[in-house]
């Protein structure tokens, strides 16, 4: 149906229908992600917030590019990480830079406080998909700000919400039980990142959109920074790891 | 509140030809609301101010619409100077007949401006506006040490007796002074008539 009434709308202009596309043609917006970025997920501790996220880009179900950067450091305060399509990440962080550029010009010292961008993006986000085009991310805000941890995230739609700990995308199912069970306020740095590292590793065994090359980033009263990737480690011994039933009687699982 | 039997309606003459209701709308309502956090202080073209005033809010709301945080008052300023500023250089239109002390409490505490229609912005933190403010001035200097550490009450007191000065031979008055405070856990808030009684008492006037 598509290309017969983009045919007739091309004959009607009179555009080159060779050409493929004419200003006549319906809009095309983003209906499906292209290169993907898989879960983000931080949690808050004594001393702010942790985030995770590993570097894979997928094309597909292809693993593309083992390299990406989905945890972002931006202002003075805040972390910002990104599940889903990442060229529109790229966008996102476009306009990061944009408003850290406005606190720079106007040189009064301020820069935007975590709350400020968990909220910024939540409008630009539902501002997007109420142009039926939006941004095709979850967004993770964390920030550590006038002694105080914030964690926030956003989805495509704009739908937005604080908690004390977050996950995205397969993690929000794989993560979230893990999170709800071993988190507790005021725990310490090792504490929070081991328990990350555990939602990190149960993600590389169960979620097919991983690799085990992961970026670790925090926010404290020292300010936002993102750790190079590092492994996790890993145990395939277990006996359903070695002797998988696949497609023995559970439909493929073990 | 009737000062003579004309004043009643906005729309009866006095025999002198004027509409009493109309010139007492004139002569009072010289600080505006601009947002919790802030206010502001007129001294000239009350239309001015008043369009002005309308500009502030918006910024200020639309702030609070993209970062569900209040503006940051130095940044609203400099932003109004620079629209003071295009109206001295733009041929078609006239410069804006008003000066403003614009009031406002950040997260680094309170701050007093004062615009005026060339686009100079400054920042002070004691200051008076208006035609007859120099007496309004040198009493602050000359208090600035009692007024930087005064509570609220003692700063009320001395913006009225500040206003002593201008206001000539008259004594200031629950009907001819109007004090607005804003501060920390304070939004802004205009004390006039018996608001003021309290403070007016105090002083013995």
């Known amino acids: ?254 | 509140m009737n000062r003579n039997q004309y004043d009643t309606d906005v729309s009866t003459w006095s025999p002198q030809g004027k509409l009493h209701q109309v010139e007492y709308a004139m002569e009072s309502k010289k600080l505006f609301k601009v947002d919790d956090h802030i206010g502001i202080g007129v001294a000239g073209l009350t239309a001015d101010a008043r369009s002005l005033a309308t500009y502030m809010r918006t910024e200020c709301l639309n702030h609070r619409f993209q970062f569900n945080s209040p503006i940051i008052t130095g940044r609203l300023v400099s932003d109004l100077a620079d629209k003071h500023q295009a109206r001295t250089q733009a041929s078609w239109k006239r410069p804006y007949g008003v000066g403003l002390l614009v009031g406002g409490f950040d997260r680094d505490g309170p701050h007093l401006y004062q615009t005026c229609p060339s686009g100079n912005l400054y920042e002070y933190k004691a200051m008076a506006i208006g035609s007859r403010a120099q007496s309004a001035k040198t009493y602050m200097e000359k208090h600035l040490a009692s007024i930087e550490s005064a509570d609220l009450e003692t700063l009320v007191i001395h913006a009225l007796k500040a206003l002593e000065g201008p206001a000539n031979d008259k004594d200031v008055s629950m009907e001819n002074a109007s004090v607005s405070v804003l501060g920390k856990g304070q939004p802004f808030q205009i004390l006039e008539g018996d608001d003021l009684k309290p403070f007016l008492d105090q002083m013995g006037r």
């Not at chain 1, 990061?96 to 010292?109: I, P, Q, Y």
């Not at chain 1, 011994?237 to 497609?247: C, E, L, M």
């Open chain 1, 1 to 254: 149906m598509a290309t017969v009434s983009q045919t007739l709308a091309c004959a009607a202009s009179g555009a080159d229908v060779s050409a493929g596309r004419s200003a006549a043609d319906p809009h095309k917006h983003t209906t499906s992600p292209i290169v993907t970025g898989t879960s983000v997920v931080a949690l808050k501790y004594k001393d702010g917030v942790m985030m995770a996220a590993d570097t894979l880009g997928s094309y597909g179900s292809l693993s593309r590019f083992t390299d990406l950067r989905r945890i972002v450091t931006t202002g003075g305060y805040t972390l910002v990480g990104a599940d889903g399509d990442y060229s529109d990440f790229q966008y996102v962080q476009d306009i990061l830079k944009e408003l850290e550029v406005e606190d720079a010009c106007v040189a009064d010292g301020i820069t935007h406080s975590p709350k400020e961008i968990w909220c910024c993006m939540a409008r630009i986000l539902y501002h997007r998909r109420s142009k039926m085009n939006p941004l095709w991310n979850n967004l993770v805000i964390a920030g550590f700000h006038e002694g105080e941890a914030f964690l926030g995230t956003t989805d495509k739609i704009g739908t937005s919400y604080e908690c004390d700990f977050v996950a995205t995308g397969m993690g929000l199912h794989m993560a979230m039980p893990i999170l709800r069970r071993h988190w507790k306020p005021n725990m310490s740095e090792s504490e929070a990142r081991e328990l990350l590292e555990s939602c990190m590793r149960t993600l590389f065994y169960r979620d097919c959109r991983t690799i085990n090359k992961i970026t670790f980033a925090s926010a404290t009263k020292k300010g936002p920074s993102v750790d190079e990737p590092v492994e996790v480690s890993t145990e395939w011994s277990y006996q359903s790891f070695v002797d998988p039933k696949a497609g023995s009687d559970t439909g493929g699982s073990w």
